[in-house]
């Protein structure tokens, strides 16, 4: 049998997404040798599927308030060390055209104005110009530490395979959505196998599905979107919402999704706009049908399900106990949900490696000397509106400095 070759690395990075492209590029500037490494046929599978096709690259107003984590002070550090602006000093330096999304009511939100291949080409590039050896297809096993420092482990490409050792590891393997776009367990795997605390994960940014009873009622509404504010655990997002067959999207949903837990209450506004009761008031003047006025403020057809309970006559033909009734269900609607979407089409991963086992300057590990995570493995999950992409360049930048 031929021996399996040995070779040697400074850095070897698992996951070639955009925490482990970005930490490739900073340790490859250094003059460290860095070896990129990611399972699936191509690397940087999510970067080109974000943001419609135009990537939401990063946000302007960035701070920790904008994520979830189960320590919200760890991600200050890394967030204050590579900010938006230097993540948009790189995007001129590539004269990458791009815009803040205007149609939307939260703002900050920068995107391309052509495609998201723009950033994983510019990546890329910057790879290439820091000497950076990327193999994709490329498959990691029998992962052990060595005692006098640093790692070994099998890599399996098309190649062949090769045993690898490295001084320093970095897994930036990301979370579980999306499986089909090589998301894996491979993270928390591997910090099982070195007993680092892992946080429970579960989908986020994702649709949420409306109790069964709510589903055929409410499933004539797929389709329509409202502005809504929609608020559970003590947040609120203001933003639109889509019905859809199962239940409810869109972003305001997707917001809110990463505060739900089954058995939550959510509590929708759907006229966040408007004082219903003031208008209530006025509607009394006059003979026009509920439902005409109520149009002008929200869809027919939702406008139609909503009166089927109360019947639909000029306001003033209702009892004052009816109009406070109706008046509430618009103001503080509160579905029963289910369940959500699942990893299948959740836009993160909440939970993962925890982060009091990690230095949040240089995300090694506390208990494994050499051993790194970053990105979105990591518990912290950010909002929607590009704060998962800034994560994921800010831990791979600090990384980068240091492995
Ligand atoms: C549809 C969609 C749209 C999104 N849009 C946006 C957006 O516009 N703005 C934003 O900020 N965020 C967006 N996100 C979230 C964002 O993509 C992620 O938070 C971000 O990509 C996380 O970066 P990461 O490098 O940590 O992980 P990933 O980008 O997930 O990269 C992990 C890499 O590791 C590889 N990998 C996994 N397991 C293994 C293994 N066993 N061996 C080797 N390699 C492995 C994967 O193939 C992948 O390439 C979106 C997510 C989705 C799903």
């Known amino acids: 049998m ?18 482990g492209l970005m930490c490739a590029i900073e340790a ?26 135009r990537c939401n690259f990063t946000n302007l107003d960035v701070s920790a308030a904008n994520y979830l984590s189960g320590n919200p002070h760890f991600c200050k550090s890394a967030l204050a060390r590579y900010t938006p602006f230097d993540f948009l000093e790189l995007i001129d330096k590539h004269q990458i055209p791009y815009h803040e999304k205007t149609q939307s009511i939260a703002t900050g939100q920068l995107f391309c104005d052509h495609k998201s291949a723009d950033i994983l080409d510019m990546l890329k590039a910057e790879c290439i110009a820091a000497g950076v050896v990327i193999k994709a ?4 096993s029998n992962i052990s530490h060595i005692t006098d420092g640093g790692f070994r482990l099998q890599l399996e490409d098309p190649d062949g395979k090769q045993s690898i050792n490295t001084q320093s ?8 959505s999306i499986p089909r776009m090589g998301a894996s367990g491979f993270g928390y795997k591997l910090a099982t196998q070195f007993n680092i605390p892992l946080i ?58 990463s505060y739900w837990q089954a058995g ?59 109009r406070k009734e109706i008046i509430h269900s618009f103001h503080h609607w509160q579905p029963r949900t289910s369940n ?30 050499d051993l790194y995570f970053i990105g979105e493995v990591l518990d912290v999950t950010g909002w929607l509106g590009g704060y998962n992409f800034q994560w994921a360049w800010a831990s791979g930048w600090c990384c980068g400095q240091v492995v």
């Open 169 to 176: 590891l970095v897994i930036a393997t990301g979370g579980l």
């Open 2 to 19: 031929t021996p399996t070759p040995v070779s040697g690395t400074d850095v070897v990075i698992i996951g070639a997404g955009a925490a």
């Open 340 to 369: 959500t979407d699942g990893y299948k089409t959740a836009e993160v991963t909440l939970g993962g490696i925890n982060t009091n086992a990690v230095s949040s300057k240089t995300f090694e590990t506390n208990q494994v000397k």
């Open 137 to 140: 297809h490329a498959n990691c």
């Open 28 to 53: 490859g500037k250094r003059g460290r040798s860095v070896l990129l490494v990611d399972h699936a046929n191509k690397i940087g599978k999510k970067i080109l599927m974000s943001g419609g096709g």
């Open 264 to 322: 939550d209450q959510l509590e929708i506004d759907l006229l966040p706009d408007t004082n219903l009761e003031q208008l209530w008031t006025e509607w009394e003047g006059q003979n026009t049908l509920l439902s005409t006025q109520l149009n002008q403020h929200l869809p027919k057809r939702l406008v139609e399900l909503w009166l089927q309970a109360f019947g639909n006559r000029p306001a003033r033909q209702y009892s004052v106990q009816q």
């Open 200 to 257: 429970p994960t579960r989908p986020g940014l994702v649709g949420l599905h409306l109790d069964e009873s709510l589903q055929g009622p409410l499933g004539d509404l797929a389709g329509q979107s409202v502005t809504v504010t929609v608020s559970c655990s003590g947040q609120s997002f203001k933003e639109s919402m889509l019905f859809t067959h199962k239940g409810i999207s869109g972003p305001a949903i997707l917001q809110i999704s």
